[in-house]
């Protein structure tokens, strides 16, 4: 079975600057996504950013990016110039690519960011 | 237009109580999945449907009735509620070929009394 460690309940950033969160994976998968979703106080799950096992080339989403590191099992989210707005619940999750159609999210137990004016 | 809609939004209810969740999608996707994410705020899936036809189902006790009458619509029935059945219960959906992203409901908080 597959395992998502997050091992920062909470961190917290002043505004405009940068902040990285953590997150490791235990699978023998070579196949997989990884995903990380943010939950503001509003209690909507809202996609950040997706990176494909396969691909080397870490995933970007404007302030958003990725330090993927597979051999490692290390998924960790930078996020630039932060802002009040990203103050949120942020998980981490894993999806094997399996054949079928059994994709299932597992999920971390996530890292409350506090973003400060 | 709501992507991924879920009602009701806030249920509370009295133990031994039969309650349902509603979930529908206007996304044309695949397949449809109930999470819960308990008090702790940690997410575990329930259950999965692709295309009406059932592929997960964790260790749910069997209270739990997932019902999927057509791919765009997944309702979530509970039978006889007990105490540690209060939680947010999230419905989502993705689309199986492709990005395989989830799209989420904004989640049903259900309080048992």
């Known amino acids: 079975a597959q395992t998502v460690t997050q091992s920062q309940p909470e961190m917290s950033v002043q505004e405009a600057e940068t902040v990285t969160l953590s997150c490791t994976y235990d699978?023998?998968?070579?196949?997989?996504?990884l995903f990380w979703y943010k939950q503001p106080p509003s209690r909507q799950m809202i996609l950040v950013i997706r990176q494909e096992a396969y691909k080397q080339q870490n995933a970007t989403e404007n302030r958003f990016s990725v330090n993927f590191q597979k051999a490692a099992k290390s998924f960790s989210l930078k996020i630039s110039d932060s802002q009040l707005g990203d103050t949120a619940m942020y998980f981490c999750?894993?999806?094997?690519?399996?054949?079928?159609?059994?994709?299932?999210?597992?999920f971390g137990k996530g890292t409350l960011l506090t973003v400060n004016p | 237009d709501t992507a991924v809609s879920q009602t009701p939004k806030y249920l509370v209810t009295q133990m031994g109580n039969d309650k349902s969740i509603k979930c529908e999608q206007n996304l044309g996707h695949d397949t449809m999945y109930w999470y819960k994410q308990d008090s702790k705020k940690f997410l575990k899936i329930m259950f999965s449907y692709n295309n009406k036809e059932l592929i997960i189902n964790e260790t749910v006790p069997n209270r739990f009735s997932p019902k999927s009458p057509d791919k765009a619509h997944l309702n979530l029935h509970i039978n006889s509620l007990e105490l540690g059945d209060s939680a947010v219960y999230f419905c989502a959906s993705s689309q199986t070929s492709g990005a395989n992203v989830l799209t989420f409901g904004a989640g049903s908080r259900l309080t048992v009394l």
């Open positions: 999750a894993f999806m094997k690519v399996s054949g079928g159609s059994n994709y299932k999210l597992t």
């Open positions: 699978t023998s998968e070579n196949n997989y996504y």
